[in-house]
């Protein structure tokens, strides 16, 4: 167990607690995101990211899956696996991950009803599992700005079709906030900050400048960059 699994609690209430839901992440695969034409695909990565680093900041269990890994989709972006080094993705050959057994009963393991979704692409690998999980009795939060598709129109009919069957559209910033819900929960605020300042543009560009400036902290350092070596085949 995470030392986080001491936190205060948050009220529920048709709200997404860390003790309510489980994050599903599909498809973040690169043949996937050469396809996206609707949203900028860096910050599709950046904001998947995001949501992961939340994910284990705030100890919610994570499903990540796979499709035809080698047959066509590649693996995993490395981003996301850095965040679960010791995480194996479910693979998959079905394009609706909610028609693989494996996927569904790490679903069920979890225990929970509510599912914090994003993949790839928004009008199959998201919009069918979405509409299944609901029929079969689960809450479904779509994570929009995670998400992407061939186009916008591709995309936003997409999004209509799962808000119409009763998902529920969120954002990966609005998701970690939902956990956080109050500065006051310290456990986690300096790792929240963290995911800002790294990960949510102006936002946490703010947030640096308010502590630098009007707090007097020491300035973010980030770990030094060093220039990979040649790889000994290209010498």
């Given at each position: 167990?995470?030392?986080?699994?001491?936190?205060?609690?948050?009220?529920?209430?048709?709200?997404?607690?860390?003790?309510?839901?489980?994050?599903?992440?599909?498809?973040?695969?690169?043949?996937?995101?050469?396809?996206?034409?609707?949203?900028?695909?860096?910050?599709?990565?950046?904001?998947?990211?995001?949501?992961?680093?939340?994910?284990?900041?705030?100890?919610?269990?994570?499903?990540?899956?796979?499709?035809?890994?080698?047959?066509?989709?590649?693996?995993?972006?490395?981003?996301?696996?850095?965040?679960?080094?010791?995480?194996?993705?479910?693979?998959?050959?079905?394009?609706?991950?909610?028609?693989?057994?494996?996927?569904?009963?790490?679903?069920?393991?979890?225990?929970?009803?509510?599912?914090?979704?994003?993949?790839?692409?928004?009008?199959?690998?998201?919009?069918?599992?979405?509409?299944?999980?609901?029929?079969?009795?689960?809450?479904?939060?779509?994570?929009?700005?995670?998400?992407?598709?061939?186009?916008?129109?591709?995309?936003?009919?997409?999004?209509?079709?799962?808000?119409?069957?009763?998902?529920?559209?969120?954002?990966?910033?609005?998701?970690?906030?939902?956990?956080?819900?109050?500065?006051?929960?310290?456990?986690?605020?300096?790792?929240?900050?963290?995911?800002?300042?790294?990960?949510?543009?102006?936002?946490?560009?703010?947030?640096?400048?308010?502590?630098?400036?009007?707090?007097?902290?020491?300035?973010?350092?980030?770990?030094?960059?060093?220039?990979?070596?040649?790889?000994?085949?290209h010498k």
């Amino acid at each position: 167990m995470s030392p986080l699994s001491g936190r205060a609690r948050r009220s529920e209430k048709g709200l997404l607690t860390p003790d309510n839901c489980v994050v599903a992440l599909i498809d973040l695969q690169p043949q996937m995101l050469f396809g996206v034409a609707n949203f900028d695909r860096q910050a599709i990565i950046n904001n998947n990211v995001a949501l992961a680093k939340a994910a284990r900041v705030f100890d919610v269990p994570v499903i990540l899956s796979t499709v035809e890994t080698r047959g066509f989709s590649g693996h995993m972006w490395p981003q996301i696996q850095a965040v679960f080094p010791k995480q194996t993705p479910i693979e998959r050959t079905s394009m609706n991950s909610w028609d693989d057994d494996n996927f569904v009963a790490a679903v069920q393991k979890t225990g929970k009803k509510k599912i914090v979704l994003a993949g790839l692409w928004t009008e199959t690998c998201v919009a069918l599992p979405t509409v299944q999980a609901i029929h079969d009795g689960y809450e479904v939060y779509v994570v929009e700005d995670c998400c992407g598709d061939v186009s916008q129109l591709a995309h936003d009919n997409a999004m209509k079709r799962v808000i119409q069957a009763g998902a529920k559209p969120v954002t990966a910033l609005s998701v970690m906030l939902e956990w956080q819900r109050d500065w006051a929960h310290k456990d986690t605020y300096d790792a929240v900050m963290d995911i800002v300042k790294t990960h949510c543009g102006a936002y946490g560009v703010g947030v640096e400048y308010a502590y630098t400036m009007v707090h007097g902290a020491p300035e973010t350092r980030f770990p030094e960059y060093f220039v990979p070596a040649a790889a000994a085949e290209h010498k």
